[in-house]
């Protein structure tokens, strides 16, 4: 049996996501309310720009003398230098597509045809899923 990567798509409705032209105070604190480390960023055209973590937010703060929340809002994303960019899959791409970029990625961004965002795929939904058919398979030798 084929699984089709939709299987695993949490929708964009349901995941939180950032606008790449909000700000860096904007961020702080969207990532903060929603419990995230990284999110994906999108354009005006609703198409998958990159992600922004923890991390390189830390890292703009620490290289940034006096930085305060206050002039947070001051700083555009295009401002951030993004370390790690979990790379999108299409809609259409096969398993195997999807689980090389879960290896290395904890989610993976999801696009239609033309690049728009459509959701994520989480490693952890992957994961569970084969753990499970694994477990199934293994109690059906005994």
């Known amino acids: ?3 089709n990567i939709s299987f695993f798509l949490v929708p964009k409705r349901e995941i939180a996501y950032l606008p790449f032209n909000c700000t860096m105070r904007q961020a702080l604190e969207s990532m903060e309310h929603h419990g995230y480390t990284a999110v994906p960023l999108i354009d005006e055209e609703n198409k998958y720009t990159g992600t922004l973590t923890e ?5 703009k703060y620490k290289n940034t003398p006096g930085l305060t929340l206050k002039e947070a809002e001051k700083i555009p994303l295009s401002d951030i230098v993004r370390r790690v960019d979990n790379r ?3 809609i259409y791409a096969s398993m195997d597509d999807l689980l090389d970029l879960a290896i290395d990625q ?3 961004p999801v696009v239609d045809d033309v690049g728009v965002f459509i959701g994520i ?7 569970e899923y084969y753990a499970g058919k694994r477990g199934k398979d293994m109690r059906a030798v005994k």
């Open 1 to 3: 049996m084929s699984i």
């Open 55 to 59: 991390g390189d937010l830390l890292w």
């Open 88 to 90: 999108p899959v299409s």
């Open 106 to 108: 904890n989610f993976v």
């Open 121 to 127: 795929v989480r490693r952890r939904d992957i994961i």
